[in-house]
T-cell receptor, first 110, second 117 residues
């Protein structure tokens, strides 16, 4: 079965520090998209960042960036200068099979 | 357009009753997805539509579940003879399939929380 794996159920980071959330996936496709979504407590899921598999360059959105290793099928999310508002569940998603990982709960310590 | 909306936001029902949820996607979006999410878990795919056509259904979607998108706009998800195991958050999302350039970036609604007693 083609899967998405997030191996860190929970993580904590001090405010203003940097944290990296990991995601690995399985696919036989060559072109696909990868996403990180954020789901704050009791709020709806929103897109954080998107990576197109055929692009070598890692995607960046302000404090959020990815480390995409296509050969290793790895897609980690780096959050720099962590803020209290970053506390949420983070889900990794591979689009073509509409598969989400089980999520990583990120705690921000003031 | 204010995004994806879902109605109701909360539903409490007794076991054996039927329930129906509605999702209104972003107006120009031609794809619509339904997911189920239980506490502490990621969304589990149930089904999706491209316009009015239901293109894929998960094995999670038992014969008690049915989804429609009659005019390619809003969608309904009906659960018949509800069971306690159906208690979950039901999420709807929509996306735009632009043909050659397809990113499947999904926009989620706030969800409908179902509690079956």
């Amino acid at each position: 079965a083609q899967t998405v794996t997030q191996s860190q159920p929970e993580m904590s980071v001090q405010e203003a520090e940097t944290v990296t959330l990991s995601c690995t996936y399985d696919t036989s496709e060559s072109d696909y998209y990868l996403f990180w979504y954020k789901q704050p407590p009791s709020r709806q899921m929103i897109l954080v960042i998107r990576q197109e598999a055929y692009k070598q360059q890692n995607a960046t959105e302000n404090r959020f960036s990815v480390n995409f290793q296509k050969a290793a099928k790895s897609f980690s999310l780096k959050i720099s200068d962590s803020q209290l508002g970053d506390a949420a569940m983070y889900f990794c998603d591979r689009d073509d099979k509409i598969i989400f990982g089980k999520g990583t709960r990120l705690h921000i310590l003031p | 357009d204010t995004g994806v909306s879902q109605d109701p936001r909360h539903k409490i029902t007794k076991r054996g009753q039927n329930v129906t949820f509605r999702c209104d996607p972003i107006s120009e979006h031609n794809r619509l997805y339904w997911y189920r999410q239980t506490l502490g878990q990621g969304p589990e795919f149930l089904t999706y539509f491209q316009n009015e056509a239901q293109l894929e259904k998960s094995r999670l979607l038992s014969d008690r579940f049915s989804a429609e998108r009659p005019k390619g706009s809003f969608s309904t998800l009906e659960i018949q003879r509800t069971e306690q195991g159906d208690s979950a958050m039901y999420l709807c999302a929509s996306s735009l399939d632009r043909g050659q350039f397809v990113s499947y970036e999904q926009y989620f609604g706030p969800g409908t929380r179902l509690t079956v007693t």
